[in-house]
């Protein structure tokens, strides 16, 4: 059993900064990409931020420059760092991890619970 446990979550003012983090818990052998990805009501979940096992990043164009991932690989976590939000960027934010639990087994694509951010105007 392998699973996902995303925090950091809350309400902020418009321009104020949020941590979210993610802990992968259970039978683990390796991870492999992961990142951050948000639905807000009544849209589609998108993507926000990724990082792979080596630290290559990807940042939406949307968020870029206000947000930023990281990842603990001795920890099993990833990290999102907004900052100067965004009223827009209000949203269930939720990690997405690709985790190995043995040598014998594939990768599985695991998600976190998600956890809500919002950002008053």
């Known amino acids: 059993q392998v699973q996902l446990v995303d925090s950091g979550g809350g309400l902020v003012q418009a321009g104020g900064s949020l941590r979210l983090s993610c802990a992968a818990f259970g039978r683990i052998f390796g991870i492999g990409d992961m990142g951050w990805y948000r639905q807000a009501p009544g849209k589609q979940r998108e993507l926000v931020a990724n990082i792979t096992s080596e630290g290559s990043i990807n940042i939406a164009d949307s968020v870029k420059g206000r947000f930023n991932i990281s990842r603990d690989n001795a920890k099993n976590t990833v990290y999102l760092q907004m900052n100067s939000l965004k009223p827009e960027d209000t949203a269930v934010y939720y990690c997405?991890?690709?985790?190995?639990?043995?040598?014998?087994?594939?990768?599985?694509?695991?998600w976190g619970q998600g956890t809500l951010a919002t950002v008053s105007s």
């Open positions: 997405n991890a690709k985790i190995r639990p043995t040598i014998l087994m594939d990768y599985l694509d695991v």
